[in-house]
């Protein structure tokens, strides 16, 4: 396969984008190169999302242009994983002539080899569950991207999960839950550290859920893993580690122990992401998710006295089957309850196979569309807010690189996740990689603007 160059399309949530990062790494391994674009692919692997109608659609109408691509030059492969291809499987070969190999979620190790037997003409779908702990061991992704230093890595803790809430697809996209045993984080983010990153983000589809099911069994120790907050204290002592993130937690989890990680834990980011999706305790309930909206603001108030100057984020659905205009008003205040600095706040899509998409009392896309505008204005405002807040004070920021607003100006996160934009920053010559304080001059809806403070002498 030497010199074939390959480009992958990847879709949906963080646990995609790293998934692509481990196929990148496999298929370097077997002696691919990355291309710089997909014009110059003779491999082109697109890594799909089914979370929201829209999202899924988005592959069909990508295969349908990809027959051009395919016949612009002899010999190329297209292949799809991801979530589509775990759910649709190898019918997607039956509806897709030009499809060469579909590789589902527990998949990735065969890639390598689904494109050996591609090139060969060998059509093949692997879509098969894997229960054991195989699944995690993969070749370590190398941290040199063309773009700059990378300092900041993705971690997998655990995948799957058994929470079946009723809208969600991803109990049969990705599987039952299982968690990775604690030694290889540990040895995967030490290494990580030695090469040079300075921020890991946990991934699973319920993060905080880790080693529970072998917690409650009693072997946590045969198995290797241990509660969440527990995990995170050892990672918390990695020397050289600066900023220790996850996603996503469910509320469900966010035990007593966690709150007070965030307490203890120097490395743990002041930010949260705890999706909520509504907040009408009868909604909630319809929707599955086994919590109450106080026992929600429960853990908000926990967290803010752990650390008051907490950002917290989440994710909220509208419009799911049956909501009325009392259980929308629900939402908002709960958004203006629990001060959400920033959501992701999406109309309700019914996916197939999902105990939601047979209830009825489906809401008109008018009004949905409504519910949405309004959610997304109050969140608009309390956004703004929360940065104006910040005016004048002082944070640390971790540079990405260039930018959007070009201008000189470079920018990074804080620990509070949220984009700061630093004027001078070119200029003064700071790298991508490097930590700068800076203070915050202006707030704008979508990011702050600040100066670089300069060591004295
Ligand atoms: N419709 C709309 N939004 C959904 N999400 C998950 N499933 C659906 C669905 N069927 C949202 C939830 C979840 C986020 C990743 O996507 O808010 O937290
Ligand atoms: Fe989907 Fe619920 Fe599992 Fe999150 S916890 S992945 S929303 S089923």
């Known amino acids: 396969m030497n010199s074939k160059h390959f480009a992958i399309r990847t879709y949906g949530c963080q646990m995609n984008v790293h998934d692509s990062e481990k196929v990148s790494t496999l298929l370097e391994d077997s002696g691919l190169i990355a291309a710089a674009s997909e014009s110059e692919a003779d491999v082109l692997v697109i ?26 030059k002899p010999g190329r492969i297209v292949g799809v994983g991801g979530c589509v291809a775990q759910q649709v499987g190898d019918k997607l070969l039956s509806r897709f002539s030009h499809l060469d190999f579909v590789f589902g979620t527990h998949n990735l190790r065969r890639v390598p080899a689904m494109l050996a037997g591609a090139l060969e003409g060998n059509r093949a779908a692997w879509v098969a569950e894997d229960k054991s702990q195989a699944r995690f061991d993969l070749p370590m992704r190398r941290p040199q991207v063309p773009t700059g230093i990378r300092r900041k890595a993705f971690v997998t803790v655990m995948e799957g999960c058994d929470m079946f809430c009723s809208f969600c697809i991803v109990p049969s996209t990705r599987g039952r839950e299982i968690s990775r045993r604690a030694s290889e984080i540990e040895a995967e983010v030490h290494a990580l550290v030695d090469s040079g990153i300075l921020e890991i983000t946990l991934l699973g589809q319920t993060v905080n859920a880790y080693g529970r099911h072998d917690v409650r069994r009693g072997n946590a120790v045969a198995a290797g893993t241990m509660p969440f907050a527990e995990l995170l204290t050892r990672l918390n002592d990695i020397p050289g580690l600066e900023r220790i993130r996850y996603t996503s937690p469910h509320p469900l989890f966010f035990d007593d122990d966690l709150i007070r990680a965030h307490q203890e834990l120097g490395g743990l980011c002041p930010h949260v992401h705890l999706p909520v999706q509504s907040g009408s305790d009868r909604i909630l309930e319809a929707m599955r998710r086994r919590y109450t909206r106080d026992h929600y603001l ?9 650390r008051p100057d907490l950002a917290l984020t989440s994710d909220l659905i509208v419009g799911f089957p049956g909501e009325t205009d009392a259980d929308f008003e629900q939402t908002l205040d709960l958004v203006r309850d629990a001060g959400l600095i920033d959501s992701f706040s999406f109309k309700y899509s019914p996916r197939p196979g999902t105990a939601a998409a047979e209830m009825g009392e489906e809401i008109p896309a008018e009004l949905a569309q409504e519910r949405l505008m309004r959610l997304q204005d109050l969140q608009r405002e309390q956004t703004l807010a929360y940065h104006q807040s910040r005016v004048g004070q002082e944070a640390l920021v971790l540079i990405d690189g260039a930018s959007r607003h070009g201008g000189g100006q470079i920018s990074g996160r804080d620990p509070h996740h949220r984009v700061v934009n630093l004027d001078a920053g070119a200029d003064l010559g700071l790298e991508p990689g490097t930590i700068v304080a800076a203070r915050i001059l202006e707030a704008t809806p979508h990011s702050l603007l600040g100066t670089p403070l300069l060591p004295a002498g």
């Open 298 to 306: 429960g853990i908000v108030e926990g967290l803010r006295q752990a």
């Open 47 to 72: 890594n799909t999302c089914s979370i929201r109608d829209k999202a899924e659609h988005q592959l069909y109408s990508d295969l349908g242009r990809l027959r051009e691509w395919k016949a612009e």
